[in-house]
Every structure is written in structure tokens, then in C-alpha cells.
Nanobody, 127 residues
Framework: QVQLVESGGGLVQAGDSLRLSCAAS????????MAWFRQAPGKEREFVAA????????AYADSVKGRFTISRDNAKNTVYLQMNSLKPEDTAVYYC????????????????????WGQGTQVTVSS
């Protein structure tokens, strides 16, 4: 179905910034809601940020509000996650997700609302 490939992860110090990218291919729907989730060792995958097709609606987890910004470039079929003021607790594998929508959808926040997932990119934030 949809292939999602994340990039941009790495090892940084607390307070640093990273910009993650997720490139989508094999799209069969005209419009997709896209999101970022993350999973730390020993923890469940959790919601980070989501964005509607137009970018008019976004949603963020409370833990990243004010620090992370999700955006998209539909011409490139790419979604981004700008992460600023990174903290050690942000350390996780970050996954992008997508779900097709006839109208572009809202910014879905639940894992079960997405049906396409990338392989993940590691983000490690040291103290």
C-alpha cells in the first residue's frame, strides 16, 4: 500500500533541534492525514503530532506542545517534524503514519486511526 520512509533522526544533546522527514510513495488516495508517533524502550507507542491534508488542522501531544511543529509539503508527499528544545525524554524511535481520506480529514491522534506506517527513525537525546 503506502510506503513511508522516515529520515533525519540522530544523536543530539538536550536543547538541540532535529528535523524529521517522512516521504510517502505508493499513494492511492488523493488526500492523506499524516502523523508522527514515537516509541521509547519498554513503552507503548504514543502520539506525537498530526496534520490534516491541507495543514489547516494540527494536533500535538501535551508533552511536545510549544517545542515540536508538524508541517507538510503535499507536492513532495512529505511530512516534517521540527523538534526544538529536545529533552532526554524525547528519546525514542519516531514513526510516521498516514491514512487516506476523501476530504482530507482532521488531525487524528489515535494509533488505530492510521493504517500505513514507516519503519521508524531513531532519535536519541543525551543529557
Amino acid at each position: 500500500q503506502v510506503q513511508l520512509v522516515e529520515s533525519g533522526g540522530g544523536l543530539v544533546q538536550a536543547g538541540d533541534s532535529l528535523r524529521l522527514s517522512c516521504a510517502a510513495s505508493g499513494l492511492t488516495f488523493s488526500k492523506y492525514v499524516m502523523a508522527w508517533f514515537r516509541q521509547a524502550p519498554g513503552k507503548e507507542r504514543e502520539f506525537v503530532a498530526a496534520i490534516s491534508w491541507t495543514g489547516g488542522s494540527t494536533a500535538y501531544a501535551d508533552s511536545v506542545k510549544g517545542r515540536f511543529t508538524i508541517s507538510r509539503d503535499n507536492a513532495k508527499n512529505t511530512v516534517y517534524l521540527q523538534m526544538n528544545s529536545l529533552k532526554p525524554e524525547d528519546t525514542a524511535v519516531y514513526y510516521c503514519a498516514a491514512v487516506g481520506s476523501n476530504w482530507g480529514g482532521p488531525a487524528y491522534t489515535k494509533e488505530y486511526e492510521y493504517d500505513s506506517w514507516g519503519q521508524g527513525t531513531q532519535v536519541t537525546v543525551s543529557s
